[in-house]
């Protein structure tokens, strides 16, 4: 026998609908949040100083994705892009040497590109890189794939990329090229800690 009286039913029918109203909004931000996440912004730490003074361990950015055409989740196929990588940019990308981590450089060499580091400043086709992203920096000849005297070809489809504390950096020099299909995106804004809260350049 039910005893409940109409105020008890409809206290307990409002409760329902908020709950479920609740549930509802999760459930939407959820999906929304994992949306903005796999195509258009990511947050990532930084872990190493390979990126002094640009990016310090322990600062976190935020990454465009949707510019290089976002990887779409279990499949090989991206969605299209703004624009190709392009010499200067700071990238996220998957290592190619270890799926599982993710590294971030500056973009040195494009597909046909031939990089030569040579007394600390780069060359790419012969040519000093003289934008200030290079020439305040020092790099080094060290690894496999920048011996001092050896020009490398940027395969097709690859990219070259170095980190800007060259002192400290595992990048291109010793593991060599980034396939297109690895990178994820630019890093584009530093927006913690907020003392250090500005645009990547």
Same mark, same amino acid.
């Given at each position: ?9 409809? !206290? ?19 999906? +929304?949040?994992? /949306? ?12 190493? @100083?390979?990126? *002094?003074?640009?990016? +310090? ?17 279990? &499949?090989?196929? %991206? +969605?299209?892009? #703004?624009?190709?990588?392009? %010499?200067?940019?700071?990238? #996220? ?15 040195? @060499? ?22 200030? $992203?290079? !020439?305040?920096?020092? =790099?080094?000849?060290? $690894?496999? /794939?920048?011996?001092? $005297? %050896?020009?490398? &070809? ?6 070259? #990329? +170095?980190?800007?504390? !060259?002192? !400290? ?6 593991? $060599? /090229? #980034? ?11 530093? =927006?913690?800690?907020?003392? *250090?809260? %500005?645009?990547?350049?």
């Amino acid at each position: 026998m039910n005893t409940q009286s109409p105020e008890q039913k409809g !206290s307990a029918i409002r409760k329902k609908s908020v709950a479920r109203d609740w549930a509802e909004s999760i459930l939407v931000a959820f999906i +929304l949040a994992m /949306f903005i996440r796999t195509f258009i912004v990511q947050a990532f730490k930084i872990p190493t @100083g390979s990126m *002094r003074m640009t990016l +310090l361990a322990g600062d976190i950015i935020l990454v465009n994705k949707f510019i290089y055409g976002a990887k779409i989740p279990f &499949t090989k196929y %991206r +969605l299209p892009k #703004v624009h190709l990588p392009k %010499r200067g940019d700071v990238v #996220v990308f998957i290592f190619p040497e270890d799926p599982k981590k993710d590294f971030i450089k500056r973009m040195v @060499g494009l597909p046909g590109d031939m990089v030569e580091i040579k007394n600390g400043t780069i060359y790419v086709n012969d040519q000093p890189l003289v934008d200030c $992203g290079f !020439s305040q920096r020092y =790099y080094y000849n060290r $690894g496999d /794939f920048a011996q001092e $005297g %050896r020009r490398i &070809t940027v395969p097709a489809n690859n990219y070259f #990329v +170095l980190g800007d504390n !060259s002192a !400290s950096s595992q990048d291109s020099r010793y593991w $060599g /090229f #980034v396939p297109e299909k690895n990178i994820l995106g630019e890093a584009m804004v530093i =927006y913690w800690p907020p003392q *250090r809260i %500005r645009i990547i350049k």
